[in-house]
């Protein structure tokens, strides 16, 4: 059973900025891992994967996100810049499930979800 802890969200004002970390097993690192969001009355959504081909974005945080990841702590981050307030949110971290995991932009995830971090963007 892969655990997840998801740390870094907080307060900020429009046009700032967060550091998200994800921390996890050492197993994480060979798969394709992604930062998913859920606002309010809304479905979670996928907005920032990464993988051994590369990095995907959301439409909506292209520009403004940066994923990354260290496997020697087996941590992976989110950069979030130009913050606005439609980005609030729970923010959590799994890994995309199937084969095109990095393409993947569905909801869904390969482990039981964390207890994520609130990212709340206000003036």
């Known amino acids: 059973q892969v655990q997840l802890v998801e740390s870094g969200g907080g307060l900020v004002q429009p046009g700032g900025s967060l550091r998200l970390s994800c921390a996890g097993p050492a197993s994480i690192r060979v798969y394709v891992m992604a930062w998913y969001r859920q606002a309010p009355g809304k479905q979670r959504e996928l907005v920032a994967a990464?993988?051994?081909?590369?990095?995907n974005y959301a439409d909506s945080v292209k520009g403004r996100f940066t994923i990354s990841r260290d496997n020697a702590k087996n941590t992976v981050y989110l950069q979030m810049n130009s913050l606005n307030v439609d980005d609030t949110a729970v923010y959590y971290c799994?890994?995309?499930?199937?084969?095109?995991?990095?393409?993947?932009?569905?909801?869904?995830?390969?482990?039981?979800w964390g207890q994520g971090t609130q990212v709340t963007v206000s003036s």
């Open positions: 990464i993988g051994y081909g590369g990095t």
């Open positions: 799994n890994a995309p499930p199937g084969n095109r995991a990095l393409t993947y932009s569905g909801g869904g995830g390969l482990w039981p």
